[in-house]
């Protein structure tokens, strides 16, 4: 049968982040490669990450990929995802949970309008490390790539990022996965500076239990099983859980990470939960599986938000109190209104104060990031300041 999961290295999740065609895919699969290499991985193929034709079989709609694999001396879960929406809805929900991030930079083209947004929603939702991979270093000249590397120093700390001091490294996805030893070099000197510069976060080991549902499928003769990013906690088999949303209470009766059966999960850990006795169309993405009595669902809450200028893909307008936009919670995806108070109005590059009804019950609490998003966009980018009962 399969073997289990073996805890022997701290454990963090990583992704990349950048402009469409900047590279992203291609480095995670060059990373998987230089790994499998060294014995610590198994490569995963470009193909494999892009259309993760796994979850597609199960027909879930994709738009995430995990990749995992260890350096030295961390454990490492990867997310590439495939287009921009993507990271909207993932990253800046809090799906992702990213400990620190990959910003992809093409030498060839430098900082463009999603470079500047993914920095922004990363800063927005708390990932405080970011290493720069200056890719396609294979291709351009050495002046051109020093005034990219400028560029997206600039970039970072015009957004709050020490961009002096963040690592820059130059590789090229492409050639390592061919196999060129110089270009190979550049991602394994990428990794290094992953290990050294995104520190070990403060897991929240002993708070009660909650994972944001992220996916939800059928194991035939199993029952229903529930992906996602632990959000803290820990988690046994045998252990009672609320799904909330789906208002019931059951039994874990199972434990997967990347396919490997594990005793416990910990906050942080990317997990599959098989849940007894629960239909699969009772539990939708969006739903959360916490411990019993932990989290009360509310509707109201106060929130600051920034609210993106037409320049970040933001709206060219402002908006005003009864604007009905909707809110990217966690996994989740609910309509609201918005109250701007004495002012009433929200101007684009504005970050202000707003009381927020969601159309229905959601968990909530204070210091939660979220995005407001409209027609396919996001707006804004914000966080929960209290909660009304
Ligand atoms: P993503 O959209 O950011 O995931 O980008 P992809 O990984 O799909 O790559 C986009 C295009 O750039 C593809 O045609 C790749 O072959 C090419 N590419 C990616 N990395 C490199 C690189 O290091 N050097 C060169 N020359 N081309 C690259
Ligand atoms: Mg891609």
Known sequence: SKTAYVRTKPHLNIGTMGHVDHGKTTLTAAITKVLAERGTGSFVPFDRIDRAPEEA?????????????????????HVDMPGHADYVK????????????????????????????????????????????????????????????????????????????????????LK??????????????????????????????DAPFLLPVENVLTITGRGTVVTGAVERGTLSPGDRVAVLGADVD????????????????????NVAVLLRGVPRDAVRRGHVVAAPGSVVPARRFSARV??????????????????????????????????????????PGETVEMTVELGRKTPLEPGLGFAIREGGRTVGAGTVVSVSA
């Open 57 to 77: 079989a199960r027909g879930i709609t994709i738009n995430i990929a995990h990749v995992e694999y260890e350096t030295d001396t961390r454990h490492y879960a």
């Open 90 to 173: 993932n990253m800046v929900t809090g799906a992702a949970q990213l400990d620190g991030a990959i910003l992809v930079v093409s030498a060839l083209d430098g900082i463009m309008p999603q470079t500047a947004e993914h920095v922004l929603l990363a800063r927005q939702v708390g990932v405080d490390h970011i290493v720069v991979a200056l890719n396609k270093a294979d291709a351009g000249d050495e002046e051109l790539a020093e005034l990219v590397e400028l560029e997206v120093r600039e970039l970072l700390t015009a957004h709050g990022y020490p961009g002096g001091s963040v690592p820059v490294v130059r590789v090229s996805g």
């Open 176 to 205: 390592a996965l061919e196999g060129d030893p110089r270009w190979t070099a550049s991602v394994e000197a990428l990794l290094d500076a992953v290990d050294a510069y995104v520190p070990m976060p403060e897991r929240y080991l």
């Open 250 to 269: 059951t039994v874990v009766t199972g434990l997967e990470t990347f396919g490997k059966p594990m005793q416990q999960a910990q906050a942080g850990d």
């Open 306 to 347: 920034y609210v993106l200028s037409g320049r970040e893909g933001g709206r060219s307008t402002p908006v005003f109190t009864g604007y009905r936009p909707q809110f990217y919670i966690r996994t989740a995806d609910v309509g609201g209104r918005v109250d701007l108070g004495q002012a009433g109005v929200a101007r």
